[in-house]
């Protein structure tokens, strides 16, 4: 499975890439996926390098809330890391 990260961008350089921060974590990231144009401030949602979509700022929020809610109960021990695999974890590889 896949997950896109909400992130926030901090800069545009002239090549359409981004340096965008992701839980307090900087990347840059290529913005030519995306069809529409991309402002400082903004939330896109990014997969391996690539600013796939916009997204507000209110879901993109709440959407990191969740990653957090979710690293913080696997770090105190609620959940485990296999937890919610759909019982992929169980199949040979």
Same mark, same amino acid.
């Given at each position: *499975?896949c997950?896109?990260?909400?992130? =926030?961008?901090v800069?545009?350089?002239? @090549? @359409? @890439? ?5 839980? #307090?974590?900087? !990347?840059?990231?290529?913005? &030519?996926?995306?069809? /529409?144009?991309?402002? *400082? #401030?903004?939330?896109?949602?990014i997969?391996v #390098?690539f ?16 990653? /957090?809610?979710?690293?913080q109960?696997? !770090?105190? #021990?609620?959940? &485990?890391?296999? /937890?919610g ?5 169980? =199949?040979?590889?």
């Open positions: *499975m997950l896109s990260i909400p992130s =926030r961008v800069e545009i350089d002239e @090549n @359409n @890439n981004a340096a965008v921060e992701t839980l #307090g974590v900087l !990347r840059k990231v290529s913005l &030519d996926l995306i069809d /529409e144009k991309v402002h *400082m #401030g903004e939330y896109v949602l997969h #390098g600013a796939m979509s916009k997204i507000s700022e209110a879901e993109a929020k709440e959407s990191l809330a969740l990653y /957090e809610e979710i690293a109960k696997m !770090r105190d #021990g609620t959940i &485990d890391e296999l /937890e695999d759909m019982g992929f974890a169980d =199949r040979p590889h």
